[in-house]
């Protein structure tokens, strides 16, 4: 076990960084494809974080995490727990399909809230940058992020972490997990409190529970079985302009991720899968003051099966089928969609010097039709050191049911609303000098985004609706990532990103910073511990302040926060008696002053300190 204690971070304008396992011999990926694939056959830009990086830097949010990975800007409104979102290569918050296990976990329409989603129970991420609806269907339309949780293998181990810090942050958490024969399993628990940076009703709960399963009774056969439960209260004394107003609003988010994964390999040649995800989420917003209260439940069932087909070695031909229902009852509306898919990819050339990647994919969707999307890539390998790669898709995202479906006076919907679409390229090259002890990746990427949904206050056409579609707007960006060792100890990764965005009128896209980028520096203390110093820098960006009204745009100066970090193992567990680590974190250790949202600042510096006992390790 280990600990974890927060360092520093110098100011430097650059933003996000090659995978952790870069210097892994050709680590093995998932997301981009479906199938495992080698990461240097793979034409899309990936980076792979390990969970075991994550706790060893005290990271506990994947929000957190998020902000070291290349064209990805976190937008976080305030204190812990407060509404965290993603832009990723200046695409909207709500184009990022987000997976757990294979699970969607997004609601319809794309938006997700990152403030409850823990580092606890990770084994890895992996982040697929670029379109890729071609196999995810709606909301891939800038990326995929999928979260693979432990199952557990070998003896039994367990530890049991907790601590407390800032702002009366308090923490405890534990896991479980083993395997062994056919069968292995991990179980995890973990509660997060904290009173906030206001001064009243700004407390913040969050429980988490979850477990895997996976059962393979022999080499050909496999199937798991996972499980999520995540309950979050947040407070917040906040109007819409960020003025504090009133001590008696809250939110709540809770509900359980369930799923079902299972595969067969029949031959050499041919492989079949299957899986099934049920989400149910519960959001409530509740105001003591004016007596009002509302709820929302929202579930998601998606099913799928495929076949792989390897006509060679170096080949996987995939044709697969998928279905999916979304509903929504409670305060706002009472409705109900469906969508089924075909799709088909061809991955060839992963053992040559050139790999090709090409899928198509057709949806049909109940409330707007049918809807296509691509995507090809190729990478060539120049020699062992070096690879180029190219790669051009088609995105798109569903309206949510609000906006189809809302009938108040306020948010009346528009069921003929088209789905928002992308269409995008880029090229990059990576290359790694003799010594193998840096790694340096270039890209470069251009992208489209057309029928746009908006709002209108004032009811529009003859349906007096208030959602309709705009033409869209324009990004392209470049990428540069450095990940390297120095000596046998430390390990650096430096990363700039820079973003031009413009919608119809020429303006820069909000919340999306032109420069952006991080400094990551790890140093392992023997097999005792490690210390990581870290920091990200976010430029300018454009927001609205919504304080006075009508709304006034406003440009948010640049800022950059610094973290510190380290753990450190007192005593190492011998068979059944226990190890000892103790971890402390800095975040924003020179307790800088910014908004990632005008009017609500983030946190000041905050120091995080506790430990953890395990066994069977």
């Not at 949780?149 to 997990?177: K, N």
């Not at 994919?361 to 296509?372: A, E, K, L, M, V």
């Not at 251009?446 to 309709?468: C, I, K, M, T």
Request: proline share 5%; aromatic share 8%; hydrophobic share 35%.
């Amino acid at each position: 076990m280990r600990l974890s204690l927060t360092l520093l971070v110098f100011a430097l304008p650059l933003a996000a960084q090659q995978p952790d396992s870069a210097f892994h011999l050709k680590p093995v990926v998932v997301t981009a494809t479906l199938v495992p694939a080698p990461s240097d056959a793979v034409p899309a830009a990936v980076t792979v974080i390990s969970g075991d990086a994550l706790r060893a830097r005290g990271v506990r949010t994947v929000a957190d995490a998020l902000r070291f990975v290349p064209g990805a800007s976190v937008v976080e409104s305030g204190s812990f727990g407060s509404q965290t979102s993603l832009f990723l290569r200046g695409g909207e918050s709500d184009y990022v399909k987000v997976l757990i296990d294979g699970v969607p976990q997004n609601l319809p329409g794309g938006s997700f809230d990152f403030a409850n989603l823990t580092t606890a129970d990770i084994d890895r991420i992996e982040i697929v940058r670029g379109p890729v609806s071609v196999l995810y269907g709606s909301d891939a339309v800038t990326g995929v992020i999928q979260i693979f949780t432990r199952a557990g293998r070998g003896a039994s181990r367990g530890q049991v972490g907790f601590g407390g810090g800032t702002y009366a942050a308090q923490w405890a958490g534990g896991d479980l997990g083993g395997g062994t024969g056919p069968l292995s399993y991990g179980v995890s628990l973990s509660r997060f409190t904290s009173d906030g940076i206001y001064a009243f009703n700004n407390e913040y709960r969050n429980g988490t529970a979850s477990a895997r399963l996976r059962f393979a009774p022999d080499a050909r056969t496999d199937a798991s079985l996972s499980a999520r439960y995540a309950d979050g209260v947040y407070h917040f004394p906040t109007d819409g302009g960020g003025q504090p107003t009133d001590s008696n609003q809250s939110t709540t988010a809770r509900g359980p991720s369930l799923g079902i994964d299972a595969g067969r390999v029949l031959s050499a040649r041919v492989a079949v899968r299957g899986n099934l995800g049920w989400t149910e989420a519960q959001n409530r917003y509740d105001d003591a003051t004016f007596a009002y209260h509302s709820k929302d439940i929202t579930r998601r069932l998606a099913a799928g099966a495929r076949a792989d087909v390897r006509p060679s070695a170096a080949t996987v031909v995939t044709v697969g089928a998928e279905y999916a229902h979304e509903s929504q009852a409670g305060s706002s509306l009472d409705t109900a969609r469906r969508n089924s898919a075909l799709f088909a990819q061809l991955l060839t050339g992963t053992t040559g010097p050139l790999s090709f990647t090409l899928g198509a994919r057709i949806d049909d969707n109940q409330q707007f039709g049918t809807h296509g999307t691509g995507r090809a890539g190729m990478v060539w390998r120049l020699d062992e050191r070096t690879r180029a790669r190219a790669a051009a898709g088609t995105g798109f995202k569903e309206p949510t049911l609000l906006e189809n479906f809302g009938t108040s006076s306020f948010a009346r919907g528009n069921p003929n609303l088209q789905p928002e679409q992308s269409a995008s390229w880029e090229v990059g090259l990576e290359h790694t000098p003799p010594g193998d002890h840096v790694t340096v990746a270039v890209t470069y990427f251009h992208e489209r985004f057309r029928e746009l949904v908006q709002y209108s206050g004032a009811p529009l056409g003859p349906d007096s609706v208030n959602f309709y579609n705009v033409p869209g707007a324009r990004v392209q960006g470049i990428e540069v990532g450095i990940q390297g060792t120095i000596g046998a100890a430390m390990t650096v990764a430096v990363s700039y990103a820079y973003l031009e965005s413009r919608d119809t009128a020429g303006q820069r896209l909000q919340r999306r910073p032109t420069n952006a980028g991080s400094l990551r520096l790890d140093y392992a203390l023997r097999d005792r511990g490690s210390v990581s110093l870290a920091t990200v820098f976010t430029g300018d960006r454009d927001d609205y302040d919504y304080a006075p009204y009508p709304a006034v745009r406003v440009t948010l100066p640049p800022h950059t926060r610094v973290d510190l970090s380290g753990s450190y193992a007192l005593s190492r567990g011998r068979g059944a008696w226990p190890g000892l680590a103790l971890n402390a974190r800095v975040e924003n250790l020179f307790d800088a002053k910014y908004q990632d949202i005008r009017n609500f600042p983030a946190r000041g510096r905050t120091l995080l300190f506790g430990g953890a006992v395990n066994v069977g390790h």
